[in-house]
């Protein structure tokens, strides 16, 4: 595991978040493990959303070693269901009336060409379907922080794949009720139509974002939409994934030589989560959109603020969601 390079000076650079909420999804490992034990170090409550596992019982454990006094709540979430996401998000309205920041974090990458139980590519349903749906059924509770206190926070998890989509753009067909027939399991190191799935999942994270900051801007909102990627970082995203033995095997050689420790690859996430300086409608990772460094602001190439995308983005996840979500 590479060693952390520049996360411990950023660390002590953030601030106190004493009393306020933050939601995250995908808290077992890697990016959403990391950000949850600062942000219980810093003072928040967090709510941990993960689909029920082994795994999310150990790594609560886990967290609770390392912030023997922080404020963690597991709330069952499979992002693979719009019915468990339902519920997640009515457990989180009972229980609470304003939320500051909402970090749609959770991913997977690469998976087979299957749908899950509502139909869509189990891919985009869990990268982004699903964020869309929790983000509109939570929104109500972050203007309530929003109006009580200046601020909240959307935070959208993109990847470096948003840049590689085989068109340069988002492609309808991944938002419909068109899991199991979206070009097969075809894989190869970075390449395959099981990458192109994930691809398309990653721009809809950044698109989504400015998006949402277009529309919480034209009516003055306070409510920050922001995103970041997390260059190459040595989580568990990539585990499982077979690209062929010679593949494999220069991955594994190379992987130590590029990748970032999962610490530094959250900076970008916690910077949006947390940081006073983090501004709406920015996507922060490392430099020119780069394997690693500090989180910094990333320009959008016209394909992810590209007004036509979206629309089509929002129309159709709506559709998919079968929520009407006008921030």
Known sequence: MPNSKWFPKFKKELPRVDGKVFVITGTTSGTGFVAAWVVAELGGEVLLLNRPSQRVADSLQRLKEIVPDGKFCDVACDLQDFESVRKAAAEIKSKYTKIYCLANNAGIMATPDEATKDGYDTQMQTNHLSHFLLTAELFPLLEAEA???????????SSLGRLHTVNNGLEEKYFGKNGGNLGGDSIKLMGGACYHRYFQTKLANSVFTYGLHEKLAARGSKVRSLCAHPGGSATNLANGLKHGCCADCLIGCLMPCFAQSPEDGTMGLLKCMVAPDAESGVLY????????????????????NDPKAVEMLWRTSEEATGIKFEP
């Open 147 to 157: 109006a009580a206190n200046g601020d909240a926070r959307i935070v959208s998890h």
């Open 285 to 304: 990772g490392p430099k020119n959109s780069g394997t690693s460094g500090p989180a910094v602001p990333n320009p959008p190439k016209a394909y992810e």
